[in-house]
């Protein structure tokens, strides 16, 4: 550091964020390809920023042929899917990358992985086909876990807030305090009992999950905990994990801790059963049905 | 989960591996990750992800294949700490050694100390979380003074005692390094050794000493293994006694072990080639202060400014050849990832074949969307070239220039020499080849400074916008005139200057606002950054103070003072209080240690710590510098006899290198990394 001068704040250059675009414009070349990411682990402490960050070095490490835009500050054509919440693990982000030419997805798919920290790990890449993917993401499955709380009391608060037709909390957002309903998001909402489980809770949570998750998020099985596997549409502002906790504390007093541990579990739009559906499925299709492989190594 | 090659470095990376049983060692500390009790306290805090590690080319190893164990910190946040070289250099040095490993911890910010203390979370590593009592060494890197308290704060939350005599042998040895260090004595009380000077031979010569101490069983305890080190040229300052005259003064300084050298030398790596780290650098997660990969192109700098510490105490000037340097920054990228390259050095523009690497990184990388910068105070046409090399790319925003000194005659006094002519030469140059925008770096409070030598700094910089617009054609001209608080340091000719009371820079720095403000239509282009005097009078006290001075350190710090580089955090108030409280008993005061001349004879508490630098040599120069006499750089005239070389048993290390450059093959494909797998024709296999 220059002698005399001191760190002052944090001088940050800012990561421009693209909304997916619905079609490429003509002028624009290159290859689109659509990305399931997880964030798990300690990375689920990770901001979105930080994560652009990671996955613009691990894609440049990686030798990926991004493409850029065009002028003074370049930056990676990256588009990101309204990303998991810092502190909030994932095993359904989406992410669009647009590369210069086209290449195999199987061996972006490893390259990326072998380039990335443990935690962030790419699921599928698939090619982009027609169609938005943005548009596809209109509700998630969350998986929320009540540090503390009864199995019984979750179920409890969970009957109260459903049986209402509003429960609105307030939440402090960039554009200032906003109000959310928070019933009207939830689709569906279930109090899963892990005592009724034992050891077998990963398994109960894998029925629920597009992947194996992770063991490390899963609690110690010692403590008293309640467990909530729910529906939430995705409204604007966003209804998160939190908004959720919230709204049990407004409609039952539960001794919620501050934070809860929640993974999403799945993305998509939900069908006529309440269930979610594949956002990838179409793009898959497109390419010719050669799924890429959604397995773990 | 990930597996497969990581660069081929042969340990798993960035997962904890949890350590299952306690390690049967005499320290009878149960090794475990401290991860599963520290997460729940992660969503509590700001910016939890500093906290968790598993950086990309962070290292993870077994604990019981380990014999010698190292906890690197940084005391400061992560943010800042993380991209430190001399950190990551040592860590990836010793973490390469069989049977060594190394991990890093950072000073958490108030929150998380607040929340580690209810919760009984010891200070802990961020590669494995673990405990960092439990290690055998904490180094501790002080690039500045302002980390101090951050380093009792560590030693309390890690339950280690602050004081050195209160350890035992089932501490780690706590090791200072870095530039501060070559004054530890206000921390002398706190640290237990001190190495002064380059590190990347003295860890491994360390580590060797203990790995053998420990496989002897540890014969003669922590006092064996400090006397070990001390007589390997470690210094130990219980080791050393200080006595004190009745003014105030040092009397002396001596060992009080036999065996225990009088002097301690500084360390001095040469062939930098040889040394080649760090070799893969993280890359944080979070977010940091530089985003970017270094390579350092080259050590030491004899230009000769005599304010400049970092200067004299790392002569000679020790060169990177252009190959290696080449070969660094591609090892890094391809370990990286990054999107920017710096070549660091005390003056970057000063290496002997800078336009030749700077030419051939840009040829290779064009197209890749990868910067490259090099931090350089030159005031100069060359410098000039090169910055527009650097920008072939990309906009011509802002380039700095650093006269440092308002007038001509500061300018000499402090050796920086360049005239007021050469200077708007230089900067018309740089509005005329496209730059909008001119930095310049100065300092206030310099040694025989009046209120005229700063209110020049107003002069040049309206001369500069008005020669910038008349190089330019244009009116939208800018300069930022940055100004930073001279504070003396050890080791350096001003170390017997009189540091300027904080009023008085205020002073000058007001009258200086309102002089480039008297010219309304110029002074709305010039842009003043200025922060007040009061802090750099703190870092005057801690850089040229004795051990007294480590009972304010210890005062301010259990008074709450945290972080003291941050303005947010730094309480001028409270340091002036507790040095008013815990000096006056002992004959001193903040005035005796800051703003008072030091006389010919006096003992200097670091005189004992031998930088290669002739005292004499010093103080003929402090000499020169009252009467505005200039030096050269012996890079380019003959040597002027500084004392470091025949001290350090070195010599300057230069090019030309007659090494042959890489083929410059440029990359080109939107990656800095030619990765082959991506060769194979499009479609899935
Ligand atoms: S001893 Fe001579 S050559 Fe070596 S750094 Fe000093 S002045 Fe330069």
Redesign the pocket.
């Known amino acids: 550091m220059y002698p005399g001068l001191r760190p002052v704040g944090r001088p940050r250059r800012s990561t421009t964020e693209e909304t997916l675009s619905q079609y490429q414009p003509a002028t624009v070349t290159g290859w689109k390809v659509r990305l399931r990411y997880t964030k798990r682990d300690r990375l689920r402490f990770a901001s979105h920023r930080d994560l652009t960050r990671v996955f613009e070095r691990a894609l440049r490490r990686a030798g990926v042929p991004l493409a850029y835009s065009r002028g003074y500050s370049p930056h990676p054509r990256i588009s990101w899917a309204g990303t998991a919440p810092t502190g909030v693990a994932s095993e359904a982000e989406y992410a669009e990358l647009r590369l210069e030419r086209e290449v195999p997805v199987e061996t972006l798919r490893n390259e990326l992985r072998a380039a990335l920290p443990e935690g962030l790990d790419v699921a599928e890449a698939v090619p982009a086909g027609a169609g938005s993917l943005e548009e596809r993401l209109l509700a998630s499955r969350w998986w929320l876990e009540l540090d503390g709380v009864a199995p019984g009391e979750t179920s409890e608060a969970l009957c109260r807030l459903l049986s209402r037709d509003s429960v609105e909390v307030e939440r402090v957002t960039r554009k200032g305090r906003r109000v959310l309903d928070v019933r009207a998001a939830v689709v569906s909402a279930d109090s899963v009992d892990p005592t009724e489980y034992g050891v077998h809770l990963d398994a109960v949570r894998d029925r629920h999950s597009v992947d194996a998750p992770h063991t490390d998020d899963c609690p110690d099985r010692a403590r008293q905990y309640g467990i909530i596997v729910m529906v939430v549409r995705h409204t604007t502002p966003v209804v998160r994990p939190d908004d959720v906790l919230n709204a049990l504390r407004v409609v039952a007093d539960l001794p919620v801790p501050g934070v809860a541990r929640a993974t999403r579990l799945a993305q998509g739009r939900l069908d006529e059963g309440g269930a979610i559906a594949d956002p990838l499925a179409q793009d898959r299709a497109a390419a010719g049905s050669r799924q890429v492989g959604s397995t773990l190594g | 989960m990930v597996t497969g090659s990581w660069l081929n470095s042969g340990v798993r990376r960035g997962t904890v591996v949890p350590v299952r049983h306690p390690v049967a060692t005499l320290w009878h500390v149960p090794v475990e990750s401290v991860y599963p009790r520290l997460e729940p306290l992660l969503p509590h805090v700001s910016k939890p992800v500093q906290y968790v590690g598993g950086e990309p080319n962070a290292t993870v190893k077994d604990w019981d294949e380990t014999t010698v164990r190292w906890c690197l910190m940084y005391p400061d946040a992560y943010e800042v700490g993380l991209p430190n070289q001399g950190v990551m250099i040592l860590y990836e040095i010793l973490n390469e050694q069989p049977g060594v490993l190394a991990e890093r911890t950072y000073a958490v910010w108030p929150d998380m100390e607040e929340l580690m203390r209810r919760h009984g979370v010891p200070q802990f590593t961020v590669d494995a979380h673990r405990p960092v009592a439990a290690f055998d060494v904490l180094g501790v890197s002080f690039a500045t003074e302002l980390g101090y308290t951050n380093l009792l704060t560590a030693l309390d939350l890690a339950g280690v005692p602050l004081r050195s005599r209160e350890r035992t042998d089932e501490h780690p040895v706590v090791l200072a390094g870095g530039h501060a260090a070559f004054n530890p004595e206000p921390v002398a009380d706190f640290v237990d050794a001190v190495v002064l000077g380059d590190g990347e031979r003295a860890v491994l010569e360390i580590t060797e000493l203990v790995r053998r101490f420990k496989a002897e069983g540890r014969p003669g305890g922590r006092e064996r293994l400090l006397r070990r080190l001390a007589e390997h040229g470690v210094y130990v300052p219980g080791f050393h006694e200080v006595t004190y005259r009745p003014d105030g003064h040092i009397e002396r300084v001596r060992p009080t072990r036999e065996g225990v050298p009088h002097r301690v030398f500084k360390r001095t790596t040469t062939d930098l080639d040889e040394w080649p780290y760090p070799k893969q650098p993280l890359v944080p997660v979070a977010e940091s202060v530089h985003e970017r990969m270094s390579v350092e192109i080259f050590r ?1 700098c ?1 230009r000769g400014c005599r304010f400049c510490q970092a200067g004299m105490i790392t ?3 020790r060169e990177r050849s252009k190959r290696g340097v080449e070969d660094m920054v591609r090892r890094g990228l391809e370990a990286t990832g990054f999107e920017e390259v710096g070549l660091l050095s005390l003056s970057s523009a000063d290496h002997s074949e800078i336009g030749e690497i700077t030419k051939g990184l840009a040829d290779r990388y064009e197209g890749t969307n990868t910067g490259l910068s090099l931090p350089s105070t030159r005031v100069d046409a060359f410098n000039v070239d090169l910055a527009n090399e650097l920008a072939r790319n990309g906009r011509r925003s802002g380039l700095t220039f650093a006269p440092e000194g308002g007038s001509e005659r500061i300018r000499r006094v402090i050796n920086k020499t360049v005239s007021e002519r050469d200077l708007i030469r230089t900067v018309s140059t740089a509005y005329a080849s496209g730059w909008r925008q001119v930095k310049l770096y100065f300092m206030c409070g310099l040694p025989t400074e009046t209120d005229e030598d700063v209110l020049r700094i107003a002069t040049m910089a309206k001369e500069v916008v008005r020669a910038g617009r008349s190089a330019s054609g244009r009116r939208d001209i800018r300069c930022t005139v940055s100004i930073g608080g001279f504070v003396p340091k050890p080791h350096t000719p001003f170390q017997w200057a009189a540091q300027a009371d904080p009023d008085t820079v205020d002073a000058r720095m007001r009258a200086l606002r309102e002089e480039i403000g008297s010219d309304r239509e110029l002074g709305r282009r010039i842009g003043v950054r200025y922060h007040d005097g009061k802090p750099s009078l703190i870092e005057g006290l801690l850089s040229r103070g004795d051990r007294r001075v480590g009972r304010v350190i210890e005062r301010v710090w259990r008074e709450g003072g945290r972080f003291d580089g941050w303005n947010e955090y730094f309480s001028y108030e409270r340091w002036v209080r507790a040095a008013a409280e815990v000096l006056p008993p002992l004959g001193v005061d903040m005035d005796w240690f800051t703003t008072r001349e030091r006389t010919r004879d006096e003992v200097l508490p670091w005189d004992h710590l031998d930088s ?2 002739d005292r004499e ?1 010093l103080w003929n120069d402090w000499q020169d510098a009252l009467q505005a006499r200039e030096q050269e ?3 380019w005239t ?10 350090t048993g ?3 290390e230069m090019g030309p290198s007659g090494r042959p450059l890489l083929p410059i093959t440029p990359v080109r494909d939107g990656s800095p990394v030619p990765n082959t797998a991506f060769d194979t024709p499009s479609g899935d296999r």
Do not use: A
């Open positions: 030491g004899t002569r000679p000037v290669g630098l040599w750089d012996c890079r003959p040597c002027f006899d500084c004392g470091v070389c025949p001290t070195t010599d300057i």
